[in-house]
């Protein structure tokens, strides 16, 4: 398997409470089983891009458990690219293979490069991009998160033309890209609404670097804390939705907006009959990480 955007349908969810509303889940993560979801489409052009100008290695940055980390390692192996990714935290160079996310990064053959959490704030400045040059040579670059003018173009794709009857779309937010392609594909009648995995609403001026509507909002009342930050309230919440939907969510991302679209929902945010498209992206190669984590604090596992 490649990948089968074909397989991205809208499925209902069945909401186990009495309400007007109807909610769909688009089912992005059906796409490939690591480069799903969000991840396919910001890797999509950025992919081509690197091919057509003869690049042979993608360089990146993420997270000890990125989604996106995993996701770049795929996609080099996948279509014949060396992958390095530069990887926020020193600590974490002795600790690859106590680390799901980084331990299948490697298998996917990505080189690794630790720096501080000082210097990878630092990373997008032209000193660090031209050490990177001189360590690794000619790379094509690809931002934290995969957030670029093309991931914004592949985006714009989730959404099709029956998707524009829909009263509302929501999606889960990280660093923006996902949620500006919808805006920017979206019929003006439409409210997109991006669900904060971080804490605090310093996303909206990322967004709107890339947003060409203003038919959206930033709903940050839902990230437990801050990003990859959960309870045991999300934990329940993703068990039984699972149970209920057999549709499996993360915790970082698609776990938080579905808790919070019923909790909205629950408290009559959206009006009678509303139609609300859901968009799942994927992600789910991160649960095992985090359940390492749970586990070692004796807490419920996601099933």
């Known amino acids: 398997m490649k990948f089968k955007p074909e397989l991205s349908v809208n ?22 089983p690591i480069i799903s979801g969000n991840k396919y ?18 360089l990146t940055f993420g997270g000890a458990f990125s989604n996106h980390i995993a996701a770049t390692a ?41 720096i501080s959490r000082e210097h990878f704030r630092l990373k997008s ?6 050490k990177l040059n001189r360590e690794f040579g000619d790379f094509y670059q690809i931002p934290e998160g995969g957030t670029n003018d093309l991931a914004v ?3 714009k794709e989730i959404l099709n033309q029956a998707d524009f009857d829909f009263n509302y779309i929501c999606s889960s937010v990280g660093t923006g890209g996902t949620l500006a392609g919808l805006i920017n594909v979206s019929k003006p009648e439409q409210q997109v609404l991006g669900f904060s995995a ?8 990322d967004i709107s670097k890339f947003a060409a509507q203003s038919n959206w909002k930033l709903v940050t009342d839902y990230h437990f804390g801050g990003y990859a930050k ?8 993703i068990n039984q939705f699972k149970a209920e939907q057999q549709i499996a969510l993360d915790p970082v991302y698609t776990g938080k907006l579905l808790f919070g679209i ?31 984590r749970l586990k070692k604090k004796q807490q419920q596992l996601i099933l």
């Not at 509303?21 to 059906?30: A, G, N, P, Q, T």
């Not at 489409?41 to 091919?51: D, T």
């Not at 959960?230 to 919440?237: H, S």
């Not at 959206?270 to 994927?282: P, Q, S």
């Open 11 to 32: 499925q209902k969810i069945e909401l186990p409470f009495k309400s007007s509303v109807s909610l769909y889940l688009k089912r992005e993560d059906l796409i490939h």
């Open 198 to 205: 971080l804490k605090g609403d310093f996303l909206k001026e």
């Open 74 to 114: 795929e996609a080099g192996r996948v279509f014949g690219f060396k992958t390095i990714g530069v990887i926020r935290g020193e600590e974490l160079r002795d600790k690859i293979l106590d680390n799901p996310t980084l331990r299948f990064a490697q298998d996917c053959g990505m080189t690794f490069k630790f």
């Open 125 to 130: 400045t032209q000193s660090i991009i031209e």
């Open 41 to 58: 489409r910001k890797l999509k052009y950025n992919i081509a891009f690197a091919e057509k100008h003869k690049y042979d290695t993608l």
């Open 230 to 237: 959960i309870n045991a309230d999300l934990v329940a919440f």
């Open 262 to 292: 019923f909790d909205l929902i629950k408290n009559g945010y959206f009006e009678d009959n509303a139609k609300i498209l859901a968009i799942h992206t994927g992600g789910l190669q991160g649960v095992e990480g985090m359940n390492k």
């Open 153 to 155: 173009k592949g985006c």
